[in-house]
């Protein structure tokens, strides 16, 4: 439920010139004579948790510049498909090793980089014929893949396997790096990482998905807020 909100007098001299409506969870702000609420944002490499200030109280902290850029957790190793997992948290970057971990089997015939855009398009960050087959299988079992250092804009990568495994088999792909430019984004969970999600439909990897899915979350929210005002007039 919204709450109203005047300047002085009673509820018949009341000037409603400043009235303004506190309908959203988050913190309280003042802009002139106007107060309003709204969740703060963070961006990368800062995060905030409770960031509605309901489910606790906000919690600011700082992730170091090098981190982990994205995640495909649970890539399918017996496809030559191609499995899309969305950049987060930087429109510029620089990848600077990535880790395959979490096999669920010892891989045998597994071959196959993975690329900036749909159809092994783009940039080859692991090449085509990259194998995988120090895999052990065991839990704890990893392998790190050090990458030359260069500038990146795509905002989804691709593993995309020239030869599939004979077996069925899924693993987990970590790529880790810097941020250049960062992006703002809403705030984020604790989570040390997942899945960002399926790949686009479009044919082109470079489009920016990440500022789409942010713009759709503000309009979101803002329509929450108006419906909320609604219901409480």
């Avoid at 009341?14 to 802009?31: F, H, L, P, W």
């Avoid at 069925?168 to 040390?192: K, S």
């Amino acid at each position: 439920m919204g709450i109203s909100i005047g300047r002085g007098g009673t509820s018949s001299t009341r000037d409603t010139s400043t009235q303004t409506i506190i309908g959203e969870a988050g913190q309280v702000y003042k802009n002139g004579t106007q107060l309003y609420t709204r969740e703060p944002y963070a961006a990368e490499p800062m995060y905030i948790t409770h960031a509605d200030t309901i489910s606790g109280p906000p919690r600011w902290g700082i992730r170091p510049t090098y981190y982990q850029l994205g995640a495909l957790i649970g890539a399918k190793g017996h496809t030559t498909s191609d499995q899309g997992f969305q950049i987060k948290g930087a429109f510029e970057y620089i990848i600077q090793k990535i880790i395959i971990c979490h096999a669920s089997a010892a891989p045998t015939t597994m071959v196959g980089g993975l690329y900036t855009n749909l159809g092994k398009g783009g940039d080859a960050i692991l090449p085509a014929d990259q194998i995988y087959t120090t895999l052990t299988g065991d839990a704890y079992s990893i392998i790190q893949i050090n990458i030359p250092p260069a500038l990146r804009a795509a905002d989804w990568l691709y593993l995309s396997l020239t030869t599939p495994n004979d077996e069925a088999i899924t693993f987990d792909v970590l790529v880790y790096g810097e941020q250049i430019v960062p992006m703002e984004v809403p705030p984020m969970d604790d989570a040390p990482y997942a899945s960002m999600g399926a790949k686009p439909s479009s044919a082109d990897g470079n489009k920016s998905h990440s500022a789409d899915r942010f713009k759709k979350t503000k309009k979101a929210r803002l329509a929450r807020k108006l419906s909320r005002q609604r219901s409480s007039s």
